[in-house]
């Protein structure tokens, strides 16, 4: 019912129409659509599709796990898991009923129940489970090897109803399990039909083992040597491997734990009864003998005894008659007659000692556990023979239909009896549901006395000769006028009954005619005594085990055994008591065919079985009164959306409040009633009309649950992005304040620290703050530039300014560039420089007036050496605008000013010296020597003054180059001036060098001055105490703010001491900037 492709109607309660025909053509649609199952409420009908399909596969185990069986199209897995999860979620024990005729896929099913089980259980992978469920497993394939047999119907027909418990844990995983096996059908052990097989178990072991196990087995890998094998005239058989099936077979005794002895035993039985076929009798007079001896020992040697008691068991009988014994010899037919009764009586020992050693291999274990598994629950698994109606129906035929019958009996009482205490619980009156009760018929089998049973019991108790139609006399006596049972003596008109051999039972499923012939003997399942001596004298201690009942006394007298009727009537019994106490789930299997073909429905054939399965009346049943029911709460989950009072949630009341309105908006109200916790739907046409109002609506609102949850995934995102954010911006700060308290922890002290804490070092930031800590260090590159500027007259800052310009270019270049000394410019201005001084500032103002230039910058004496080499006295002056060469008296100009926009570069030595070279365009540089009355060092201040007029006229830096021989143009050629001192020199001069071209600048070093020792050697290590302060405090000297004075005599040492101090590392530009 869920919203799946469908094909035809998957349960067949919601079919319109109620008739074998309307059920009939819906399993064909969805047959021939490839749908094998169909539900009838919770019943699943599957249909044989003699072809492998995928359906079984991982993801169809997780389509049903944990699911509800009407969620997903019908499969045998729901049913399976509806079984499983009832067991293991209410404890309860269930089972799961499979019927059906043979070759209708009742094995199959019931092993794709144990694969589904194994492959949802023991999720946390316990090794003894797994153990479990392989022997579960395993066990399939001995069963199959000994039970199974190819039949005309099914070329792995099994031929014994199987009953099997698996046992569950309280986590739900299986712990062992049980096998319980119904009435074999032995009799194929000596006969087999044309197209049939004997038990695979023979054709295994000739075709599998090797020549030597053979030849160990006095066999011949050829299958018509054996009697009991070849009649059917198909040894090979195309789906069968039995080779492959051997060594299946063969791993599976191990998996099981068979010992080596064991299954020894098993094969010497399989080939001991080979030979027992081969045993040919002379026939005739009492006297009878067997014809081939040969085969006798070989008997006898297989079973271990002796091969004279093998002779005597097969040819005589030990009768003990009033404490006598007497040994009787067989006549022909009687010899042939028990060789096959034990020849079948062996097989089917061997195949219960089979079973109990499977039995013993999955018995659940209490070793040490039991606590933890008293209270184990179970799933059943009943895999058994569905009705058989052959042309020709003997006493098995009778057993399994009645077994059959027992079944049908339970399924009603179970169904009938879930419908009306639901209809109790829920609160509903009970309406009669009209139904075939097979009591009557069960009755007419098993009832005593009176039953067919208990007649054919009397019959064999009888001494003397009592004969088939002598039986079938006694029941017409006894059943005469039962409505299920007639003979052609009791409706002489009915023509298709045979006189005295016939009888008819009009079963649930139909009528089926048996045939009386057989019925006593199959039903006293004689087995002479001798040949159960004869196996417990086996000195095979297997062998022997398998046959106690071989230890008594001939002489003792024992109760008859019970009949073979009786014993399967007991066992059927306590079958349906067992299944009636566990909640059943049924699998009905139907065979499409005959013709084993998967494309072929065969209309009439399927009808045949859906009628003896008795699925419409198991239709019937089910829809008596409603065609469906559901908890309120699924019901709602399942058609909310129809409603708009119910969609998306309801919240005007309780569930059924809440069905109720749904209903009744959709005008079904006629057609429903409403129990305490589920909703009652009469027809199928409401629920169809719901489920497509739901089909309808169910695409757009799987887009809204689309919506939905893709705006939830994005919202859950962007929750996550901003707690990640938010965490990051938390974190990003802790990390800034941590280090900001660390800054603040190690520059506590710098404001005491000479160096206003220059050689601290910075703590290496996060990455988050590298950029800020430039920052920072460049705000404390300005504090501390305050701090030392804050120390020097306003006034001194110009002169300051310069310095630092001039200290950038030359500091660690020049020995000396005159820090130390005070800047005063223009010192032509000045008689101390300049005795002239009156005469040059006319001079000035006049070239004022005529260039306009505002301010001077600089003037000096100077030796200039011209592009001849000629030296002469002048005088320099650099205004704001210009460079002028002035005549050393009259400081007159020269030549017109050179703009400053002209200079290119300027270029000194590193000495002590005062030549400057002052690069300019137009090939002719200007090359001087300053001089001055005081023997002062001007080389710094001209440096900076140009350096710093060039930059605010041209905004960008002249180059400066400091080297001991410089390169400079005169008259248009390149010239090198070399600077060397001299002892000799009285004063600095120009001449020519020995190479063409070059000049050499003498300096007297007689005009060297002593240079203080380096101002930065004066510093204090950090934490060094400072200096003491100075006694007598140089008038022209600036105190630091720690009142410590640098130790410099000139006024300002102060500049001396921060440029110096610059001289560490710190860039002057910075200084610059100032
Ligand atoms: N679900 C299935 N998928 C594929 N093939 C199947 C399926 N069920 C049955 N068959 C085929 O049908 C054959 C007969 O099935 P199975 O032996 O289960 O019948 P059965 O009802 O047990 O008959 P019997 O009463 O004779 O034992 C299988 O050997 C297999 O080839
Ligand atoms: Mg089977």
């Given at each position: 019912m869920a919203s799946y492709e469908e094909v035809g109607i998957g349960d067949a309660v919601l079919l319109d129409e109620i008739s074998v025909r309307a059920f009939v053509d819906n399993l064909r649609v969805r047959y021939n659509g490839g749908k094998i199952y169909t539900y009838i409420g919770e019943v699943c009908v599957s249909v044989n599709p003699y072809r492998t399909i995928s359906l079984y596969g991982k993801e169809y185990v997780a389509q049903y796990k944990?699911?509800?069986?009407?969620?997903?199209?019908?499969?045998i897995f729901a049913l399976a898991d509806a079984a499983y999860k009832a067991m293991k979620r209410r404890g309860k024990d269930t089972c799961i009923v499979i019927s059906g005729e043979s070759g209708s896929g009742k094995t199959e099913a019931s092993k794709i129940i144990m694969r589904y089980i194994a492959a949802v259980t023991n999720v946390a992978g316990q090794q003894e489970v797994e153990r479990v469920k392989n022997i579960l497993l395993q066990s399939n394939s001995i069963l199959e090897a000994f039970g199974n047999a190819k039949t005309n119907r099914n070329d792995n027909s099994s031929r014994f109803g199987k009953y099997m418990d698996i046992n569950f844990d309280f986590k739900g995983d299986p712990i062992g399990g049980n096998v319980q096996n119904y009435l074999l059908e032995k009799s194929r052990v000596v006969l087999q039909q044309q197209g049939e097989r004997n038990f695979h178990s023979f054709y295994q072991v000739l075709f599998g083992a090797t020549d030597s196990e053979l030849s160990r087995l006095k066999l011949k890998r050829d299958v018509s040597q054996y009697h009991f094998i070849r009649q059917g005239g198909t040894p090979r058989v195309d789906s069968i491997a039995d080779k492959a099936d051997y060594k299946q077979c063969q791993q599976a005794f191990k998996t099981l734990g068979f010992t080596q002895e064991q299954v020894d035993a098993i094969w010497r039985i399989v080939a001991a009864i080979l030979h027992l076929g081969n045993i040919e009798f002379s026939s005739g007079g009492e006297d009878t003998q067997i014809m081939n001896p040969k085969v006798v020992n070989n008997i006898a040697e297989l079973l271990h005894v002796s091969p004279e008691e093998v002779r005597k068991a097969l040819c005589h009988r030990v009768i003990a008659a009033r404490g006598e014994v007497m040994e009787k010899r067989h006549t022909g037919s009687e010899a042939s007659f028990g060789r096959d009764a034990f020849a079948k009586a062996i097989y089917e020992r061997l195949f219960s000692f089979i079973v109990d050693g499977v039995n013993r291999a999955i018995e659940v274990r209490y070793e040490g556990t039991a606590a933890r598994y008293k209270y184990s629950t179970v799933i059943g698994v009943l895999d058994i023979y569905g009705f058989e109606i052959f042309e020709r129906n003997s006493f098995e035929q009778f057993c399994i239909n009645y077994c059959n019958e027992k079944l049908q009996q339970l399924f009603i009482e179970l169904v009938l009896k879930q419908e009306q205490e639901e209809y109790k619980r829920e609160g509903i009156a009970w309406q009669n549901i009209d139904y075939f009760n097979n009591q009557v018929i069960c009755d007419l089998v098993e009832q005593p006395h009176k039953g067919i049973i208990s007649i054919t019991d009397e019959a064999c108790l009888n001494v003397g000769k009592v004969t088939d139609e002598m039986l079938l006399e006694a029941m017409e006596g006894k059943l005469k006028g039962h409505q299920h049972f007639t003979t052609r003596k009791l409706?002489?008109?009915?023509?298709?009954l045979k006189h005295v051999e016939e009888f008819r039972i009009k079963h649930y499923a139909g009528d089926v005619v048996y045939n009386i012939k057989g019925f006593l003997e199959k039903n006293k399942d004689t087995l002479f005594q001798d040949f159960k001596r004869l196996m417990y004298s086996s000195s095979d201690p297997v062998i022997s085990g398998m046959w106690p009942e071989g230890a008594q006394d001939i002489t003792m007298t024992t109760k008859r055994p019970l009949t073979a009727g009786t014993l399967f009537k007991n066992s059927m019994v306590a079958l349906v008591k067992n299944l009636g106490s566990k909640e059943p789930y049924y699998i009905r299997c139907i065979k499409p065919n005959e013709q084993k073909s998967p494309v072929i429905f065969d209309q009439e054939r399927v009808t045949h079985q859906v009628n003896y399965l008795g699925l419409v009346e198991n239709l019937r049943v089910r829809r008596a009164g409603f065609a469906y029911r559901q908890s309120y709460d699924r019901f709602l989950r399942r058609y909310k959306m129809i409603s708009q009072y119910t969609w998306p949630n309801f919240h005007g009341g309780t569930e059924r409040e809440g069905t109720k309105i749904l209903i009744e908006e959709q005008g079904f109200t006629n057609d429903v009633k409403y129990g305490n916790t589920k909703i009652f739907i009469r027809s199928p046409q409401t629920l169809f009309a719901l489920e497509q109002g739901r089909a309808k609506l169910i695409p757009g609102i799987v887009i809204f649950l689309q919506k939905m949850w893709r705006g939830a995934v994005c919202r859950l995102h962007y929750r996550r992005l901003v707690a990640t954010l938010t965490i990051l911006r938390h974190y990003r700060l802790y990390k800034m304040r941590s280090y900001i308290l660390e800054l603040n922890r190690v520059f506590k002290n710098v404001r005491q620290m000479p160096d206003y804490g220059q050689h601290v070092r910075w703590p290496a930031p996060p990455l988050v703050l590298q950029s800020m800590v430039a920052d920072f260090q460049s705000i404390h590159n300005r504090w501390r530039a305050h701090m030392i500027l804050s120390n020097v007259p306003k006034k001194d800052w110009p002169q300051l300014r310069i310095k630092v310009i001039a200290g950038d270019v030359l500091m660690g270049k020049r020995s000396d560039w005159g820090v130390r000394e005070i800047w005063e410019g223009n010192y032509l201005a000045s008689t101390k420089d300049n005795p002239e001084a009156a005469t040059f500032q006319s001079a000035v103002r006049n070239m004022r007036n005529k260039d306009g230039f505002r301010e001077v910058l600089f003037s000096s004496m100077v030796r200039k050496i011209n592009k001849k080499d000629k030296m002469a006295e002048r005088a320099v002056l650099l205004t704001d605008r210009h460079i002028y060469k002035l005549h050393s008296k009259t400081f007159k100009p020269l030549r017109s000013p050179i703009p400053i926009s002209e200079v290119t570069g300027v270029s000194v030595s590193p000495g002590q010296d005062q030549l400057v070279i002052i690069h300019l365009r137009g090939g002719n540089d200007l090359v001087v020597s300053l001089s001055s009355l005081s023997n002062a060092n001007r080389v710094g201040e001209l440096t900076g003054l140009l350096l710093r007029q060039y930059s605010l006229m041209n905004r960008s830096e002249l180059r400066v180059v400091v080297a001991p021989a410089l390169q400079c143009m005169l008259g248009h050629k390149s010239r090198m001036v070399t600077v060397e001192e001299s002892t000799v020199a009285t004063f600095p001069a120009f001449r020519r060098g020995s190479k063409r071209g070059d000049l050499v600048y003498t300096w007297p070093s007689s005009m060297n001055k002593e240079l203080p020792p380096p101002t930065t050697k004066s510093h204090h290590p950090r934490h060094a105490p400072p200096p003491p302060p100075s006694r007598s405090p140089n008038p022209n000297g600036y105190r630091n703010s720690n009142g410590y004075n640098h130790g410099h005599t000139k006024n300002n040492g102060h500049t001396t001491s921060y440029l110096h101090a610059q001289e560490n590392g710190r860039t002057y530009a910075n200084a610059g900037r100032y």
């Open positions: 944990g699911r509800e069986i009407f969620e997903r199209p019908p499969h409706s002489p008109m009915d023509k298709e």
